[in-house]
T-cell receptor, first 114, second 115 residues
Framework: KAGVTQTPRYLIKTRGQQVTLSCSPI?????VSWYQQTPGQGLQFLFE???????NKGNFPGRFSGRQFSNSRSEMNVSTLELGDSALYLC?????????????FGPGTRLTVT | AQSVTQPDIHITVSEGASLELRCNYS??????LFWYVQSPGQGLQLLLK??????LVQGIKGFEAEFKRSQSSFNLRKPSVHWSDAAEYFC?????????????FGKGTHLIIQP
């Protein structure tokens, strides 16, 4: 089975711009979660989508949003980028109980904001 | 809120020696417990998980972990490390019944393997 894929792998953006990241889960998985990883804060949960609905949300500002399509693919959008948004963004999919169960992670998208 | 503590930021082990990485969690009940490994520039790979039952769980790459309820710990062990085990290791917990916070991760332990 193919793993979780994320595109693009690397992005460089300027402050104030917006960005969209994409994630394709493992075939058959309906839950997709997003995490932000930074050296200072570690891994932090952004949100989870299940059957095209946001089911859980972490403590991030409204500039961070997402959506999920009928084929379970998910996108994450960050508007009005700030320098502090530079991070590795990881997508994870789960086949059963969602974001608190075992997660299978993609390779991540490295976002650099200048 | 649940929390995970990995007390060791860095650990250096000689190749062929045994390894133990510590993980303690704070949670009202027994959560789901996980260990993940991350190589530089890569995503996280699931090493093993504990949901219930036998408190000693086996994972991939020769790793095992033991759940100790009385100590709120879930330590990761390997009897003999290989140079390829050098990576960042994360302990994580998930709330039983489905929580709103996804997985909560520790800060990670950076494993260095000496030849």
């Amino acid at each position: 089975k193919a793993g979780v894929t994320q595109t693009p792998r690397y992005l460089i953006k300027t402050r104030g711009q917006q960005v969209t990241l994409s994630c394709s889960p493992i075939s058959g998985h309906r839950s997709v979660s997003w995490y932000q990883q930074t050296p200072g804060q570690g891994l932090q949960f952004l949100f989870e989508y299940f059957s095209e609905t946001q089911r859980n949300k972490g403590n991030f500002p409204g500039r961070f949003s997402g959506r999920q399509f009928s084929n379970s693919r998910s996108e994450m959008n960050v508007s009005t980028l700030e320098l502090g948004d530079s991070a590795l963004y990881l997508c994870a999919s789960s086949g059963t109980g969602g974001s608190s169960y075992e997660q299978y992670f993609g390779p991540g998208t490295r976002l650099t904001v200048t | 809120a649940q929390s995970v503590t990995q007390p060791d930021i860095h650990i250096t082990v000689s190749e062929g020696a045994s390894l133990e990485l510590r993980c303690n969690y704070s949670y009202g009940a027994t959560p789901y417990l996980f260990w993940y490994v991350q190589s530089p520039g890569q995503g996280l790979q699931l090493l093993l998980k504990y949901f219930s039952g036998d408190t000693l769980v086996q994972g991939i790459k020769g790793f095992e972990a033991e759940f100790k309820r009385s100590q709120s710990s879930f330590n990761l062990r390997k009897p003999s490390v290989h140079w390829s085990d050098a990576a960042e290791y994360f302990c994580a917990v998930g709330e039983r019944g489905g929580g709103a916070d996804g997985l909560t991760f520790g800060k990670g332990t950076h494993l260095i393997i000496q030849p």
